[in-house]
């Protein structure tokens, strides 16, 4: 394993028992219909998934991945490479009485682990290309993962979100680090964005940027068509403390003059389906 690989499973693997408890799990177990924040953000743009085959890439601990299951599709395959997540996952998935096939793997090995062109739909949420070196890898196992006219849909945090340093106390924003595709940048995180009281066990992560342009290259170049490209002036977690402000459903935005950064985006891209002749 690459050394980012294993630096980045350790981090992920020690925010798990956190997340468990900060991801508010119990709304999914009380309520059969209930879906999460991210997913219902993203259903006006999603469409109808029903009798679908999806794949959800980086699952995490499955609340997305459960949502997606409650609205209707054939099939829903969970991948992530962090065990307890895919524990935490599986467990509530058979809680909430959901069949959910959740599959152990780094993204760049889904293709060997689950086949070709087995689905319909990738789906891929907040908070997951930044773990990832290389775009244009990720886009060719996008692609290969799909049936010909299938779609990728994907929210994502803004690579000029990510570019930033916080923001100065006169609110100014300031750009720190690479706004483009590079080695990757180290930094270290005792806390995570859900609220817990012990420091994370493996606080050290390797942080990716990738440019929107780069993004949707490597797509069109792993034969995708670009369908939509949405930029958001918010995003589902608080990246800034008290420069943002909720405005409503676990979104936040700048408090002030909003209008000045795209927070997430959206894309959606279909596997060119090529004609036989
Ligand atoms: C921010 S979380 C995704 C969160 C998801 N949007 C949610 O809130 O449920 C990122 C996930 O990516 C996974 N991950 C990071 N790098 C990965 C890799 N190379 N292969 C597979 N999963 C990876 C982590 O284990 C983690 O579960």
């Not at 998935?93 to 086949?115: F, P």
């Not at 924003?173 to 930094?187: A, S």
């Not at 990738?210 to 990246?239: C, I, Q, Y």
Request: charged content about 20%; overall charge negative.
């Amino acid at each position: 394993m690459d050394d980012y690989a294993a630096i980045n499973l350790a981090h992920w693997n020690s925010r798990v028992v956190h997340h468990v408890n900060g991801y508010g799990i119990e709304q999914f177990r009380d309520d059969p219909n209930h879906l999460s924040h991210v997913v219902r953000f993203d259903i006006p743009r999603l469409g109808s998934i029903e009798g679908l085959d999806v794949v959800h890439l980086q699952c995490h601990i499955g609340t997305d991945t459960l949502s997606l299951a409650r609205l209707g599709p054939r099939s829903v395959t969970g991948v992530d490479f962090s065990r307890p997540a895919l524990d935490a996952a599986s467990s509530l998935a058979i809680e909430c009485g959901a069949t959910i096939s959740y599959v152990e793997s780094d993204v760049y090995s889904a293709v060997e682990t689950l086949g070709l062109e087995n689905f319909d739909l990738v789906y891929t949420g907040i908070g997951a290309l930044c773990w990832l070196p290389d775009i244009a890898r990720w886009a060719s196992t996008v692609a290969m993962l799909l049936r010909p006219g299938g779609r990728l849909f994907i929210r994502e945090g803004h690579p000029m979100l990510w570019s930033l340093a916080d923001p100065r106390p006169d609110g100014l924003l300031v750009v720190q680090y690479p706004y483009f595709e590079t080695e990757g940048v180290k930094f270290s995180e005792s806390f995570s964005y859900v609220d817990h009281e012990e420091p994370l066990t493996s606080p050290d992560l390797v942080h990716f940027n990738h440019g929107v342009g780069e993004v949707v290259m490597a797509l069109m170049n792993a034969g995708m068509r670009l369908l939509s490209l949405e930029e958001h002036d918010t995003v589902p977690w608080n990246p800034f403390g008290d420069d943002m402000e909720e405005v409503g459903d676990g979104e936040y935005r700048l408090r002030d003059e909003p209008r000045r950064l795209a927070c997430t985006y959206t894309l959606q891209a279909e596997k060119i389906a090529i004609k036989e002749t």
